[in-house]
């Protein structure tokens, strides 16, 4: 029997320098250049390789976010998932991750209700927040069974799934019935670059944009108003002074001065 996944991506910035706006103590992040989570490559991935080794399964990508999250829906069709859906309005905004697991769990109800889903993967965290609860959270709601770190599927299908889970001290073996939330690691596969086919279905595809309304939710469940914690201030990490350059005719006295600073700093 075939398989559908579902695989839950997020659209975030591409830079590492993102600034702080002086006034409110937040990230600006408006205008600046995303792209697909480069952890939830590895799920979308996953996804595309599940989905060809059980003949006749499909995937789809799903993401909340805004109007141009899509581009993230359309990268991971071009990776080989057959459908997006984006999950957008401004009453999504501000949400932390109880707000937008809580949204994601609505959509995958909605998406099992048309045809059920036997499994969701996620990335093992994102690059902007980095809490890497999101996956276990909407599995929560959903009631469904979870696992994280999952570095290898061994074996799965329409009522369960045996995953290897990566820990400290070695690797667990678990069998997950199904449905599930599942979250990736980055050794469980390597992702591939979109093909031309691809591309060209990503261009045709139609996304369905869901409200909170569509989902059966009430703006005050999701965004900033649905959100159980909240960003107080955020701040750029201090720069680094300059180093101390150690001066000398030759490399012996170069040595001498080092060994005499590190023992006045009480570092020998």
């Given at each position: ?85 984006l ?11 109880f ?46 069974p ?25 690797t ?11 979250a ?20 045709k ?8 309304a ?36 030759t ?6 001065k ?11």
């Amino acid at each position: 029997m075939a398989l559908h996944i579902v695989v839950c991506v997020k659209s975030t910035p591409t830079s590492v320098n993102v600034p702080v706006d002086p006034a409110t103590g937040q990230p600006k992040t408006a205008g600046l250049p995303t792209a697909i989570n480069p952890y939830d490559e590895y799920a979308v991935e996953e996804a595309v390789r599940l989905k060809e080794r059980v003949p006749g399964s499909s995937a789809t990508v799903l993401t909340v976010g805004a109007d141009s999250a899509a581009d993230v829906l359309r990268e991971a069709i071009a990776r080989g998932c057959d459908a997006g859906v984006l999950v957008s309005g401004p009453e999504f905004e501000g949400g932390d991750s109880f707000a937008t697991s809580l949204a994601l769990s609505a959509a995958i109800k909605k998406l099992h209700a048309e045809k059920p889903v036997h499994l969701v993967l996620f990335g093992k965290n994102t690059n902007d927040v980095g809490a890497g609860v999101v996956g276990v959270q909407t599995a929560a709601w959903l009631d469904w069974p979870s696992a994280t770190a999952v570095k290898k599927i061994e074996a799965i299908d329409p009522s369960s799934a045996t995953v290897q889970r990566a820990m400290e001290d070695g690797t667990d073996v678990l069998k997950l019935a199904l449905p599930a939330c599942v979250a990736t690691v980055k050794e469980i596969n390597e992702p591939r670059l979109p093909s031309l086919k691809g591309k060209m279905a990503s261009k045709k595809a139609v996304l369905p944009k869901w409200t909170a309304a569509d989902l059966g939710l009430q703006p005050a469940q999701v965004g900033a108003a649905g959100a159980a914690t909240a960003i107080a201030k955020a701040a750029l990490p201090p720069s680094r002074p300059a180093g101390v350059k150690v001066e000398g005719a030759t490399s012996a006295e170069k040595a001498k001065k080092l060994v005499d600073i590190l023992f006045e700093r009480k570092l020998i």
